[in-house]
C-alpha cells in the first residue's frame, strides 16, 4: 500500500462529528401545535450503554472504546410572520469521540416555509420549504497513530472542514381528526464540502517532519533535531496522484440529494406522539466512483425511522424524548463524516437519544 494511503486514513479520523436539521417530522401546519411560534432546546446522546446494535462489538478495532460515543446539544427556533409563512432557524454543537479523540463540531440552518394550499376536506395543506445548512468546524485534529506498511503518520491536523446544503422541500399534510395528522414531503438539494489547510505529522528514516498537503501536492519539512546517522534530508515532495490517489475529489466532494418521507402525528391528552419515516439518496461527485474503480464499497442509501413523546407539563410548555435510527449511520445528516477511507464504516446501523424541552406560543 502506497504511503500516501495514511493521510485519507488520518483525514479519516478526524471528520467525525456534525449535525443536520430533523426532515423526518416535517409538517406543511405548524400552527397546529405552535400558533405563532415555538422555541426548542435538545440534548442528544450515544454511548455504550445505549449502542442498542452494538456496533462496536461488531469491529474489533473499536470494540471496548469510547469511538462512536455522541454528545450534542442545540438550540432551534420558529416565528409566524404571516399566515401560512413561517421563518425558522437552529444552532447547535456536538461532539464525537473516534478511539482516543473527541471532535467538535458546530451546526447551522435556516428555513422559509410558505403554505400555498389551505386544507379544505379531503385537499391537504401544501407547502413549500427552502433551507440552507451546514456544519463547520475552526479546526479538527487527530493525535491517533494510523500505521500502513511503509509509512506512519502520527498526527493531522484539519481547519475549517465543513459542509453546506441548499435544500428545497415540498409538503402535504391532511388533517385525520382535530387530534391527529399525516404529512409527506419530498426534497432535493445540494450538498459541497470544504476545507482550509491540511498538516500533519510523521516520521521517515527515524527524522520527524511536518507535512503539508496542498491539493495532490506533498510537501514534508525536517522537524530538528535530528541524529540519525549519515545524510538527513531536510525536505521532501511527492504527489497523491502518481499513486491514484485525488485527495480534493476524496474529501472535499460535491454532490446531489433526494430525500422522502411520511409522519404522524396523534394527540391524546397532555401526550402527543410521533412517528416518522424518511428515505435519503445522494449521488456524490468524483468520490464513489473512485471507491468503484477500486472495488471498495459505497453508500448512497439512508433509511431512518424516528419516534418521539410529548408530554405537556405547562399550558405552552412541552418535555419530549426521541428516538432515531438509522441504517447506514448519519451521511445524510453530517456529510462532512463520508470520504473515500469512512466510507467502509457507514455498513452500520445507528441509534440517537434526545430529550429535550419546548415552548410554544
Known sequence: MSKHWFFLCGYAAVLSAAAAPLDVFLTA?????????????????????????????NDPTIAGTQAGDYHGSYITG??????????????????????????????????????????????????????????????????????????????????????????????STWNLTPSSDVSVNFGVGRTRLSYGVLTATTTRNGCNFNVTFTGNNIQ????????????????????????????????????????????????????????????HVVNRGAVDDILKARGQKSFTQNHNITLQANYKILPNITVFGRTQITSNLFFNDIPVTYNSSTAERFDSKYTLYTVGLRADF
Open 220 to 279: 514534508g519539512t525536517l522537524v530538528p533535531p535530528c541524529n540519525t546517522p549519515g545524510g538527513v534530508v531536510q525536505q521532501f515532495f511527492d504527489s497523491s496522484g502518481s499513486f491514484g490517489v485525488d485527495v480534493p475529489s476524496e474529501i472535499a466532494w460535491n454532490g446531489t440529494f433526494f430525500q422522502t418521507g411520511v409522519n404522524g402525528r396523534w394527540q391524546r391528552g397532555s401526550w402527543t406522539f410521533l412517528a416518522g419515516y424518511m428515505f
Open 78 to 171: 420558529g416565528v409566524r410572520l404571516a399566515e401560512g409563512l413561517w421563518l425558522s432557524g437552529g444552532l447547535g454543537r456536538r461532539t464525537l469521540s473516534s478511539t482516543s479523540d473527541s471532535f467538535t463540531y458546530n451546526s447551522w440552518q435556516v428555513s422559509g416555509l410558505y403554505r400555498f394550499v389551505e386544507p379544505d376536506g379531503y385537499r391537504p395543506a401544501m407547502a413549500m420549504r427552502l433551507s440552507a445548512w451546514g456544519n463547520r468546524a475552526k479546526a479538527t485534529e487527530s493525535t491517533t497513530a494510523v500505521v500502513v506498511p511503509g509509512a506512519r503518520l502520527n498526527s493531522v491536523r484539519i481547519t475549517k472542514p465543513a459542509d453546506q446544503q441548499l435544500q428545497a422541500d415540498l409538503i
Open 29 to 57: 401546519t405548524p400552527e397546529t401545535t405552535s400558533p405563532k411560534g415555538y422555541l426548542e432546546l435538545g440534548s442528544d446522546h450515544m454511548n455504550g450503554t445505549l449502542d442498542v446494535f452494538q456496533v462496536r462489538n
